[in-house]
């Protein structure tokens, strides 16, 4: 049982990625998903959220506009669309879901399981 994220890689500035979160062994379609980053020598952040059901999109400001998560059920997978990246994106990148009955629009997260991480290398 367990999530994984992959898509990962180098990118120019103004370039774009594709990250992917698949459920193995656990079903994801009753959960909302976040993606999360965490830079060297920085606090983990929210990068965005998306419920189940309706798949209401929620994302941090420092990404709105540039990002774009969604979700395919009949995959067991969702996305992170990254465009118009930039060095200041660097981080290793993350997907959880949510606990059961909590919601994309919680002030506080609390998370069911975490994937491993991909890298994403803005380059300069």
């Known amino acids: 049982v367990q999530l994984q994220a992959s898509g990962g890689g180098l990118v120019q500035p103004g370039g774009s990625l594709r990250l992917s979160c698949t459920g193995s062994?656990?079903?994801?379609?009753?959960?909302?998903i976040a993606w999360l980053r965490q830079a060297p020598g920085k606090e983990r952040e929210g990068v965005s959220c998306i419920s189940a059901n309706y798949g209401n999109t929620y994302y941090a400001s420092s990404v709105k506009g540039r990002f774009t998560t969604s979700r395919d059920d009949s995959k067991n997978t969702v996305y992170l669309e990254m465009d118009r990246l930039q060095p200041e994106d660097t981080a290793v990148y993350l997907c959880?879901?949510?606990?059961?009955?909590?919601?994309?629009?919680?002030?506080?997260?609390?998370?069911?399981?975490w994937g491993q991480g991909t890298l994403v290398t803005g380059l300069q």
């Open positions: 959880a879901t949510l606990a059961p009955r909590r919601f994309c629009s919680d002030s506080d997260y609390e998370f069911h399981r």
């Open positions: 062994g656990y079903t994801l379609d009753n959960y909302a």
